[in-house]
């Protein structure tokens, strides 16, 4: 299988920003284990994709803060 997943974030600040891209390593490592667990098929409906959203937004937070992200936005998605 193939996924090819485009994510922007919505973040709270400007402080925000700056953690985030101080931590790009940990939030790519940690969002790559979590895409490469998931079954394709539950990502292909509407339900899986919003689970899967829900899942960066908390573990992007746990690693940039809690209350630093805002929103999690697919720009991109494609399950092959």
Do not use: C, H, W
């Amino acid at each position: 299988r193939y996924l090819k997943v485009a994510i922007k974030l919505e973040l709270n600040d400007n402080d925000a920003a700056t953690r985030l891209n101080d931590r790009i390593p940990r939030i790519r490592d940690s969002l790559l284990l979590l895409l490469s667990s998931q079954e394709a098929e539950k990502m292909r409906g509407i339900k899986g994709k919003l689970r899967l959203k829900d899942q960066i937004f908390e573990r992007v937070s746990v690693i940039v803060g809690e209350g630093s992200v805002r929103s999690v936005f697919l720009t991109d998605f494609v399950v092959q």
